[in-house]
């Protein structure tokens, strides 16, 4: 029978932008892309990440698959239910 280690040893960081607070990821507002011819419209939800402050857009199937890997990755961290399906 295998038994687990009592502890783990971890590597620190050194303090850094990602270190000094904890990241957290918003959609913090939302783009409407007019369609043309031959393409739909869509929406575009605005997506800005702390303490680093990056903004991005992304479309609705990237904000699931993002919702969906946080969920797997941090199974005891709470990610916001998907509001839109």
């Known amino acids: 029978m295998h038994t687990p280690p009592s502890s783990v040893a ?5 303090p850094n932008k990602l270190t000094e607070e904890k990241p957290s ?11 043309g ?3 739909s419209t869509t929406i575009n939800f605005v997506i800005e990440t702390k303490p ?4 991005v857009q992304r479309t609705y199937s990237e904000v ?3 919702r969906e890997q946080l969920a797997k990755e941090f199974p005891t961290c709470f990610v916001i ?3 839109i399906q």
Do not use: A, Q, R
Request: one cysteine or more; hydrophobic letters at 50%; charged letters at 20%.
């Open 81 to 83: 239910p998907s509001f």
């Open 37 to 39: 011819v031959f393409s």
């Open 25 to 35: 990821i918003k959609i913090i507002d939302h783009v409407i892309k007019e369609g």
């Open 52 to 55: 680093v402050g990056w903004k």
């Open 64 to 66: 699931m698959w993002l």
């Open 10 to 14: 971890c590597k620190v960081l050194p």
